[in-house]
């Protein structure tokens, strides 16, 4: 039986290094468009290293749970995707409109 909850990364506070590990809550039912993966592996994106730095350019609404950069497992038949189908989330627009994902914002 899955626990009620699960390790995760936080962004907790607009400072420098205000970042810990903490345990969050599971996220419940999935409804519409929402996906649950089982993680396998995450990357560490530019705009992270922003926010752990408190030099970001954009408004974050805390706390925030990083690590946005994922690959995993598809667990649940959902869609037109085969159970268990590996899954990679590619940097999202905005890492890439704002150079984070390339290190040079
Ligand atoms: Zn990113």
């Given at each position: 039986m899955p626990t009620a909850s699960m390790a995760a990364v936080v962004h907790y506070?607009?400072?420098?290094?205000a970042v810990e590990l903490r345990e969050v809550p599971r996220p419940g039912d999935l409804v519409d468009d929402d996906v649950l993966l089982s993680t396998r592996a995450v990357g560490v994106c530019g705009s992270e290293i922003h926010q752990y730095h408190n030099t970001q350019s954009w408004p974050v609404n805390l706390p925030v749970i990083l690590g946005h950069e994922v690959s995993g497992l598809y667990p649940k038949r959902r869609h037109s995707f085969a159970a268990s189908a590996p899954i990679a989330g590619p940097a999202s627009t905005t890492c890439v409109r704002s150079g984070a994902a390339s290190g040079t914002a």
């Open positions: 506070a607009l400072e420098k290094y």
